[in-house]
């Protein structure tokens, strides 16, 4: 059975950091491209960070660049998410997702994925 598990959410202040996982079971993320998309409430699911399969390239949304990096664990089967200096407008649901088509014109699409974790909350708050 395919499926993604995401992890690491919770509430935080301004300014703080927090680690989020995607471990996955039934496949190995090494083979896909691994996206990460945040959805706040009563918006659009939107693509913060992006790594490919083969040389491990990150991409980042303009509003994290410098704040957040994406990484991967080949023995954990995992892609995680370090946040750092986090915002008020960085609240809102977080979705890992695997694609084997998307490019770095393309990553910010939530069309262009096929699997979806069931996310993890991230509510930053003084």
């Known amino acids: 059975q395919v499926q993604l598990v995401e992890s690491g959410g919770g509430l935080v202040q301004p300014g703080g950091s927090l680690r989020l996982s995607c471990t996955a079971s039934?496949?190995?993320?090494?083979?896909?491209?691994i996206g990460w998309f945040r959805q706040a409430p009563g918006k659009e699911r939107k693509g913060v960070s992006y790594i490919t399969p083969t040389d491990g390239s990150a991409y980042y949304t303009d509003s994290v660049k410098g704040r957040f990096a994406i990484s991967r664990d080949t023995a954990k089967n995992t892609v995680y998410l370090q946040m750092n200096s986090l915002k008020h407008e960085d609240t809102g649901v977080y979705y890992c997702a695997t694609s084997l088509t998307v490019s770095s014109s393309t990553w910010t699409l939530p069309k262009r994925y096929d699997h979806w974790g069931q996310g993890t909350q991230v509510t930053v708050s003084s």
């Open positions: 039934g496949f190995h993320l090494d083979y896909y491209n």
